[in-house]
């Protein structure tokens, strides 16, 4: 059975960091790629990032790009999301997918987890 379970949310003053994981179980990390997606209140979703399951190479959405990093550690089968220099418009709640897939996409996702909600406020 296929499970994702984000934590590592919570409050952050802008400039901040903080760092999501997706505990993944159920399935591994070499056979499926992982994305993240965020929900910003009356937005639509939004693909942030990706990383591929044969080679580990990754895709940064422009609005996080030098910003945010990708990067996963097959032995703990976990996927993280280090987020520095944190901006108010980064708020939103903060999803992993998985899709049993080599390459890095952020299109038809077919697992997703709960969720964790990331707010950057003063």
């Keep these: 059975q296929v499970q994702l ?3 590592g ?3 952050v003053q802008p400039g901040g960091s903080l760092r999501l994981s997706c505990a993944a179980s159920g399935f591994t ?3 499926y790629s992982i994305g993240w997606f ?3 209140p009356g937005k639509e979703r939004e693909g942030v990032s990706c990383i591929s399951s ?3 190479s990754t895709y940064y959405a422009y609005s996080v790009k030098g910003r945010f990093t990708i990067s996963r550690d097959n ?3 976990t996927v993280y999301l280090q987020m520095n220099s944190l ?3 980064d708020t939103a709640v903060y999803y992993c997918a998985t899709r049993r897939v080599g390459y890095c996409t952020l299109y038809e996702y077919d697992y997703w987890g709960q969720g ?3 707010t950057v406020s003063s």
């Design 87 to 89: 901006k108010p418009e």
């Design 5 to 7: 379970v984000e934590s």
């Design 54 to 56: 044969n080679d580990g």
């Design 38 to 40: 965020r929900q910003a």
């Design 116 to 118: 964790t909600q990331v």
């Design 29 to 31: 990390l070499d056979e």
């Design 9 to 11: 949310g919570g409050l």
């Design 75 to 77: 032995a703990k089968n």
